[in-house]
């Protein structure tokens, strides 16, 4: 990858207008394949790294093996790379600080930043700290807050817009330069998280999510296929082992990619 600038840059212009639609790598493999699609940046989906690495999902994966993770795909692709690092695997706003700061020193441009069960406060004193120390250091990194309203039930039903809204105008203050909200599928609470939120909306593929036109109309800037890419490459390997362990073969299927063709994904890289 090149300098931090330039791809923070590219990443940024990719939130201002349109639906920017982000399918979520796993590994530099991962990540290369998606690239060779026409991807216009990678994101990293925390499950799937984490599962990758052998951790649950969950701030359960050491931020040792997320970094040579993240500098494996940004040695491979040539397209901005955002990191989903959950919580930041602390409570320290200076130690999450110092894990960013690590990621953006091997070209990660963006992050995912949860609140989780957490308190709101909490979320904003990381996304200051990450803010104070990237600058120091002339790095840029996105950051987008990800607030689990929705996703935990964290306000009944019928007040969710609103809490949303309300933890969204403080990581705004904080710094946060986008917002996600996953979980949020009503049409209506989406155009009205969008049109106040103050910041880009990014959203998560669900069943009953409206189409990326219907999105894009109503002013969200980012689909995530979250860890659903990850969970589809996990059952088609299951469904082939478990076809070999019986028969000692393997199914055919026309959607398998030779080896040739995998294997010329690296040739130049």
């Given amino acids: 990858m090149s300098s931090n600038a330039q791809y923070a840059a590219q990443f940024r212009q990719l939130h201002a207008g349109g639906l920017l639609l982000l399918p979520n790598a796993w590994d530099a493999g ?22 990758a ?17 993240a500098e494996s795909i940004a040695r491979v692709i040539a397209i901005p790379l955002s990191v989903d690092v959950e919580g930041g695997y602390s409570d ?12 953006a020193d091997i070209g990660v441009v963006g992050i995912n930043l949860e609140d989780g069960a957490g308190a709101p406060e ?4 990381k996304i200051e700290r990450i803010k104070s120390e990237c600058a120091q250091r002339g790095l840029d990194v996105y950051v987008n807050a990800r607030t689990d ?20 105008a403080l990581y705004r203050q904080a710094g946060a330069d986008g ?33 990326t036109a219907a999105l894009e109309a109503l002013g969200v800037r980012r689909l995530s ?45």
């Fill in 149 to 168: 309203v929705y996703l935990r039930g964290l306000a009944p039903a019928g007040q969710r817009v609103e809490s949303t809204l309300a933890r969204a």
């Fill in 179 to 211: 917002l996600f909200v996953p979980g949020l599928t009503d049409a209506d609470e989406i155009g009205a998280v969008a049109s106040r939120a103050g910041v880009p909306l990014n959203v998560m593929l669900r069943p009953n999510l409206p189409d």
């Fill in 122 to 125: 909490l979320l904003c004193a």
């Fill in 225 to 269: 296929a979250g860890s659903n890419l990850a969970e589809e490459a996990y059952a088609h390997t299951r469904a082939g082992a478990q076809e070999f362990l019986r028969s000692g073969r393997s199914p055919a299927s026309a959607d398998a990619i030779g080896y040739g063709a995998i294997n010329g994904l690296f040739a130049d890289r």
């Fill in 92 to 103: 320290d706003p200076a130690t999450v600080a110092d894990n960013v700061v690590r990621l």
């Fill in 30 to 51: 991962s990540a290369r394949l998606i690239e060779s699609l026409g991807a216009k940046a990678i994101a990293t989906t925390s499950a799937g790294v984490a599962w």
């Fill in 53 to 69: 690495n052998g951790y649950a999902d969950g701030d359960q994966l050491p931020i040792a093996q997320l970094v040579a993770t």
